[in-house]
């Protein structure tokens, strides 16, 4: 589905029962929203599930501002609006979790649960930024192919080259649809976001932080400093996968996504 979102169109699913409470899910970079599909098969008997790709990513638009994350929210908010949700649940993995904290901050009262997977509150140091620099550059000079190839040695761990074949083709088909032009200001977007860990204390919704136990690049201790500052938060340590649990052991994340999910819905 598709509909039109701040100065762009959003390409959307919108699924599962009408009337129940609403989860949206975040992708990462540079991913999209089928990345989610396994969840969204899972939740769909007992909520509105929605996904998204976010700006510039999936088949959404890219539009003429410069990315940041604040744009990522303003149509994170815009969409919500235009469907007519005036709250929801929102997941986000790793970029989807860096909106989603800055969502939560800035609208608190849109959002009424938090799970926060494979993400960090830490803005990049300046090493990372030089590397997002280094990545731009080098998609000029060697092309997507190859940054698709280093990207996926980092997004998984070692066990799921063996067995999670189909899950790496997928991503890596996602990551080379994503437009070249996106990928660097993405990077570039990334490179310059603020921090959040300041503001976790803040948070007083229920909140899951789920980690792939062999994450590289938001490591579990990310995952335990942002459990130890969101009061309440529960936190768990995913078997047999690296920073895309969700596709790495998703038997594992959904038991955990359905349990906090219906607790969640108990209470609202
Ligand atoms: C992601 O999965 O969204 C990226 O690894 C985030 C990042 O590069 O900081």
Redesign the pocket.
């Known amino acids: 589905m598709r509909i039109s979102v701040n100065d762009i169109t959003v390409s959307y699913t919108d699924e599962g029962t009408n009337g129940a409470p609403a989860l949206i899910f975040l992708?990462?970079?540079?991913?999209n929203k089928s990345m989610w599909n396994l969840q969204a098969k899972a939740l769909e008997d007992d909520y509105r599930i929605i996904a998204c790709d976010i700006r510039g990513h999936g088949n959404s638009g890219s539009g003429d501002q410069d990315f940041s994350i604040e744009l990522f929210m303003s149509d994170l908010i815009a969409l919500m609006d235009a469907l007519n949700i005036r709250k929801t649940a929102l997941c986000g993995?790793?970029?989807?979790g860096?909106i989603a904290l800055r969502a939560v901050e800035d609208y608190p009262e849109r959002f009424d649960a938090l799970i926060l997977s494979?993400?960090t509150c830490i803005a990049?140091t300046s090493e990372?930024k030089e590397k997002?620099m280094k990545a731009i550059e080098s998609i000029k000079k060697s092309g997507m192919e190859q940054y698709a190839g280093e990207s996926i040695k980092?997004?998984f761990a070692d066990e799921s080259f063996t067995a999670r074949v189909d899950e790496i083709a997928a991503v890596r088909e996602m990551i080379v649809k994503t437009p070249e032009q996106s990928l660097s200001r993405t990077l570039l977007a990334?490179s310059v976001r603020k921090e959040t860990c300041s503001k976790l204390p803040a948070i007083k919704i229920p909140a899951l932080i789920l980690v792939g136990k062999e994450d590289k690049?938001?490591p579990p201790s990310a995952a335990q400093f942002m459990h130890e500052k969101i009061k309440g938060s529960s936190l768990h340590i995913i078997e047999h996968a690296g920073?895309?649990s969700n596709l790495e052991n998703p038997g594992e994340f959904n038991a955990l996504l359905k349990k906090f999910m219906a607790v969640y819905k108990q209470t609202i």
């Open positions: 992708h990462g970079f540079p991913l993995l790793s970029m989807g860096y494979d993400t990049d990372a997002r980092n997004f990334l690049i938001t920073h895309l």
